[in-house]
T-cell receptor, first 113, second 110 residues
Framework: KAGVTQTPRYLIKTRGQQVTLSCSPISGHRSVSWYQQTPGQGLQFLFEYFSETQRNKGNFPGRFSGRQFSNSRSEMNVSTLELGDSALYLC????????????FGQGTRLTVV | DAKTTQPPSMDCAEGRAANLPCNHSTISGNEYVYWYRQIHSQGPQYIIHGLKNNETNEMASLIITEDRKSSTLILPHATLRDTAVYYCIVRVQYGNKLVFGAGTILRVKS
């Protein structure tokens, strides 16, 4: 079956703009989590959605937001982009409420100039 | 979630077993040990997880000490394709939040 799909793969934005990233989980998976990866901070948890509800949230400013649709697809939005938001954004999906393994997508590489 | 401590890097000869240690001395009774790896610029890949007992799958074995304060991931016959960053994570079973540390860079050399 198809894996986790993230679009777009690469993105270049200008400071002050906003961006929306998309994640399609594995079919049947209801939990979607988002992570930011930078060379300085490593992999950091952003938030998790389960059945359209945000269940966990990491320590990121309110400029970072997300949502999940009834088909489990998820989007994350970053408003008022800063140079420091340049990162690899990863999405992971899990099948169960009590998660076993999480399957990650290939990520979206965001560059803010 | 409990914190983990891993060596920053390790080398292993191709074909030999790679033993990656992880210290999680503050682990709670309901927290699982998970291992993931990340090959350069790809998304992390699940390897194995366990609670108390040792676990084995087609990729690796996980050995957890009796007091659960540490564990070892064993790749029985390392290949060049196993060169990656390996992350040890402890977390409660509920929810799907993973807290990644710095991980161990494993370099498999021919």
């Amino acid at each position: 079956k198809a894996g986790v799909t993230q679009t777009p793969r690469y993105l270049i934005k200008t400071r002050g703009q906003q961006v929306t990233l998309s994640c399609s989980p594995i079919s049947g998976h209801r939990s979607v989590s988002w992570y930011q990866q930078t060379p300085g901070q490593g992999l950091q948890f952003l938030f998790e959605y389960f059945s359209e509800t945000q269940r966990n949230k990491g320590n990121f400013p309110g400029r970072f937001s997300g949502r999940q649709f009834s088909n489990s697809r998820s989007e994350m939005n970053v408003s008022t982009l800063e140079l420091g938001d340049s990162a690899l954004y990863l999405c992971a999906s899990s099948s169960l409420d009590f998660g076993t393994e999480a399957f990650f997508g290939q990520g979206t590489r965001l560059t803010v100039v | 979630d409990a914190k983990t401590t891993q060596p920053p890097s390790m080398d292993c000869a191709e074909g030999r077993a790679a033993n990656l240690p992880c210290n999680h001395s503050t682990i709670s009774g309901n927290e699982y040990v998970y291992w993931y790896r990340q090959i350069h610029s790809q998304g992390p890949q699940y390897i194995i997880h366990g609670l108390k007992n040792n676990e084995t799958n087609e990729m690796a074995s996980l050995i957890i000490t009796e007091d659960r304060k540490s564990s070892t991931l064993i790749l029985p016959h390392a290949t060049l394709r196993d060169t990656a960053v390996y992350y040890c994570i402890v977390r409660v079973q509920y929810g799907n939040k993973l807290v990644f540390g710095a991980g161990t860079i494993l370099r498999v050399k021919s």
